[in-house]
């Protein structure tokens, strides 16, 4: 929060003005009755005039106003939004940078105003990688910059990362940046400078484009429920947990059917569903059973249940029971099971 009143301010900067370069600006940045920001276009309409000539009389008011007594008595209140630009880590994306200047929407109109009027500040306009932000050092913008590009480079198609973890990237990737702006509010802002790296509403980073950053529908929220639980649940469990984590309504009947269509499910036991990544198995017990006998040869009965309770949740009863099918398996003399060819 500022300590001036940038409404009072940016009335006395625009005083200088002759009428129409004032209310040019006015209706340019929302600074009057009108507080909705109006279009080159529509101004141009209003005065019968073209969006060019508009543009050349903001920018002559822009520069009447700079070079004017009124701008050099507002220094001090430019020295303190540079001030305070410095302290958000002397690059921050415009929506952050607002939100911490002003709380409502008028105020913010007329401290953006003061932005674009002041000569400490710089805008970079959004483009495909990053928002709109302002900085005062341009060293460090680029470098901040750079810094972000390497950290997404480093992350998988599906990679999600803890927050510290990511921020651990992010210093790794800063260079010479002065050891004051490393402060982990920095960090995070600077991170959310990025359109290519998000995060998901569980804290967790990754590509901004993955659905288990931008989580549109009941799959995306039941993996990422899963997912948070670190172990199988039952489908009804995900529900409850889509409901409890995301505070969106998700039936039963509706999880189940999407948990069993989605490969990044497999169904463990009766109604229990793991993440695939997590290395369980698809199938019923016995393809459970012949598919490890299969790749690790002959084992002891407590050698099956130990290696088939890692990728499933059955009891060992089961296991021992589906053991005993005479045309799937065979028990060897020394009480070890091979597969029948």
Known sequence: MVTFAPKQVTKKLLAVLPDRARDVLEKRYGLGKNT????????GQTYGITRERVRQIENYAIQSIQKSPAYDEFQVVFDEMRAAIDGLGAVVSEEDLLSELAKDEVTRNHLYFLLVLGSPFYRNKENNEFHHRWYIEQKVSNTVERALEKVFSSLSEDELVPEDEIIARLQKELGDVEERYRKEEVLRRWLRLSKNIGCNPLGEWGPAQSPNVRAKGIRDYAYLAVKRHGS???????AGAIGELFDKKAHTATTHNELIKDERFVLVGRGLYALTEWGYSAGVVKDVLQDILQKHGPLTREEIIDKVRKERYVKDNTIVVNLQDPALFKRLP????????
């Open 36 to 43: 909705k920001a109006q279009t080159l276009e529509s101004i």
């Open 232 to 238: 199988p649940m039952h489908f009804k469990e995900v």
């Open 334 to 341: 020394d009480g070890s099971y091979i597969v029948l060819e």
